[in-house]
C-alpha cells in the first residue's frame, strides 16, 4: 500500500526566508505526486502536482517542487516565503484504481511564518 | 471558474442523530471523492464515484452510505453519529482522464 511521509510537523522560518517542505513516499509504481495547502478552517488548494516528465514541477504562489525516484522524495521550496504562506502543507500521493484515482495523504507540516 | 461546493458549511448534531451532506462537483467533472479529516490529522479517504458508480472505498464505516446522483451531484450520508464522527468531511471532484482532485471548502460537522 503506498504512503507518504512528511517527518517534520512544524516548521518556522523568517518570512523572506527559503523553505523546503520535505516529502518522502512509498509507492510500488511511478507515483503521481501532489502539494496541497490548506489554510485554517479552508479547504485543500492544489500547489502542484507531478504525472511524469520533468522532474521539476512549478506551481502557483512561487512553489516549486522536484521529484528525486532515486530518494522517493518530492520535496516542496520557495526561494522566499510570504507571511501569506502560513498554512499546513499536505503532499499527497495518488494511486490509479481502473481509471479512478483515490489520494493518500502526509500528516501534514504546519508552517509559521515570523516577522 | 466554479469549484466544487459543499452544503452545508457546518452542521452540529447529537449522538445517535442522522446527518446527509451534498457535493456539487465541478461541472463535467464525472468523479466524486468523499475525505474525512479528524482535527489535527491528514484527510483520510473515504469513497469515490465515477459515473454514478461506486469507483472506490476506504475506511468508511457501515453507518455511512454515498451515492452519485444523475447529475452528478453526491451526497454522504451518515446515520448513528458518534462523537468520533466530528470531522471535517471533503469533497474532491476530478475528470477521470486528468487524474487532478479539486477539493470543496468542506463540511465540519459537531456531534455533541
Known amino acids: 500500500a503506498q504512503s507518504v511521509t512528511q517527518p517534520d510537523i512544524h516548521i518556522t522560518v523568517s518570512e523572506g526566508a527559503s523553505l523546503e517542505l520535505r516529502c518522502n513516499y512509498s509507492?510500488?509504481?511511478?507515483?503521481?505526486l501532489f502539494w496541497y495547502v490548506q489554510s485554517p478552517g479552508q479547504g485543500l488548494q492544489l500547489l502542484l502536482k507531478?504525472?511524469?516528465?520533468?522532474?521539476l514541477v512549478q506551481g502557483i504562489k512561487g512553489f516549486e517542487a522536484e521529484f528525486k525516484r532515486s530518494q522517493s522524495s518530492f520535496n516542496l521550496r520557495k526561494p522566499s516565503v510570504h507571511w501569506s504562506d502560513a498554512a499546513e502543507y499536505f503532499c499527497?500521493?495518488?494511486?490509479?484504481?481502473?481509471?479512478?484515482?483515490?489520494?493518500?495523504f502526509g500528516t501534514g507540516t504546519r508552517l509559521t511564518i515570523i516577522p | 471558474a466554479a469549484g466544487v461546493i459543499q452544503s452545508p458549511r457546518h452542521l452540529i448534531k447529537e449522538k445517535r442523530e442522522t446527518a446527509t451532506l451534498k457535493c456539487y462537483p465541478i461541472?463535467?467533472?464525472?468523479?466524486v471523492y468523499w475525505y474525512q479529516q479528524g482535527p489535527g490529522q491528514d484527510p483520510q479517504f473515504l469513497i469515490s464515484?465515477?459515473?454514478?458508480?461506486?469507483?472506490d472505498k476506504g475506511s468508511i464505516p457501515d453507518r455511512f452510505s454515498a451515492q452519485q446522483f444523475s447529475d452528478y451531484h453526491s451526497e454522504l450520508n451518515m446515520s448513528s453519529l458518534e462523537l468520533g464522527d466530528s470531522a471535517l468531511y471533503f469533497c474532491?471532484?476530478?475528470?477521470?482522464?486528468?487524474?487532478?482532485?479539486?477539493f470543496g471548502a468542506g463540511t465540519r460537522l459537531s456531534v455533541l
Open positions: 507531478y504525472f511524469s516528465g520533468d522532474t
Open positions: 461541472p463535467r467533472h464525472d468523479t
Open positions: 464515484f465515477y459515473e454514478k458508480m461506486q469507483s
Open positions: 509507492y510500488g509504481a511511478t507515483p503521481y
Open positions: 474532491a471532484s476530478s475528470l477521470n482522464s486528468k487524474n487532478i482532485q479539486y
Open positions: 499527497a500521493v495518488g494511486y490509479i484504481n481502473f481509471g479512478n484515482e483515490k489520494l493518500t
